[in-house]
């Protein structure tokens, strides 16, 4: 259609002229001069023993490791980076803390982690606004007046002041606390990774899934009534990382392992501490003690019987060393 468009029916249409026409086309179209944009995560989810292979290993192994992701978090001796946490709190704010909470942490956690005082204040405005309700009288005594902006000595209250009020705002389930739900869940912080890019999979035949709600083979009985909620390019990263969701899944996963167990590293380097005190004075403390205490062990018993021949004769045979019998090694002189 292009050479006809052109005007070039009736020129030459061998294979290699119309292979030459077309990459000369791709050379003069726009898009010719744009790169591939730099991915910095990458999800394989192909092949054994990692991968999906069927849906047998999906209910066997659900919320497992599946993708080759790579956390610097898990390594032994590594602690959480501050930049994903900084990238992982955004993705909280904007995807997460709409139907979320995490009630059993405060935002200051992040205060010398990620962020300095001032700039996680000046981050609370994104958030949802909050209400005596979350915190003592359940939504009782409610006035709306009483709403204000979080601080952050506040705890990560969910947007909803009571278990109905959640229920009423999303298809009858409650969005659960995500404090520990990465030390609680199967996959620990893969959990919420694979549950987040995990959208893309056809249920199995004969699975019917119910209107309002999604197939996840990573969710529990994989039906999920959350949507997907990461899409390429949502927010922007301050520090131009590209906001892929694989990449936002990762930064999000990592924050919600540090709100579950952040002191963990700090627990690491103590016990560390502790046994490498332990297992050197432990030993020296011995000796040095050994050394005054074996004088409290100078005593000696003597059960001998008369009717044999006396001490003389049992000595020789309790105390033997030699198979002759002797005065070896001055025993007796």
Known sequence: EFLNNQGMEN????????????????RSSPLADTKSADAWLFRDDIGAPNGIKGYEEQ?????????????????????????????????????????????????????????????????????????????????????????RQRVIHDRMWAPYMTMHQAKNANLGVWPPDLSKALNNNPGLI??????????????????????????????????????????????????GTPSSAPQMAHDVSEYLKFVCTSKNPDAKVMLSMILFISFTFYPISYFFTKYHYVNCYSHRFEVYAVK?????????RAFKTHKLPGNWMGAYS
């Open 11 to 26: 020129k030459e249409t061998s294979p290699s002229f119309l292979v030459n026409s077309i990459q000369k086309l791709i």
């Open 59 to 147: 209910v066997n192994s659900v919320g497992m490791h599946h993708g080759h992701s790579h956390w610097p978090s898990e390594i032994t001796w590594n602690t959480y980076n501050s930049a994903t946490l900084r990238r992982g709190f955004k993705v909280w704010q904007r995807a997460c803390q709409g139907c979320h909470g995490a009630n059993h942490q405060k935002y200051d956690l992040l205060v010398g982690k990620g962020f300095d005082t001032r700039e996680l204040a000046s981050k609370m405005v994104y958030l949802p606004k909050i209400h005596p309700g979350h915190q003592k009288y359940k939504g009782d005594y409610f006035q709306e007046w009483d709403f």
């Open 190 to 239: 893969n959990y919420s990774y694979n549950l987040l890019t995990g959208y893309h999979y056809n249920p199995p035949f004969g699975l019917d899934v119910p209107e309002g709600r999604h197939f996840n083979p990573y969710y529990d009985h994989m039906i999920i009534a959350m949507p997907p909620q990461l899409h390429d390019g949502m927010i922007e990263y301050d520090d």
């Open 308 to 316: 044999n021949g006396g001490y003389k004769k049992f000595r020789e």
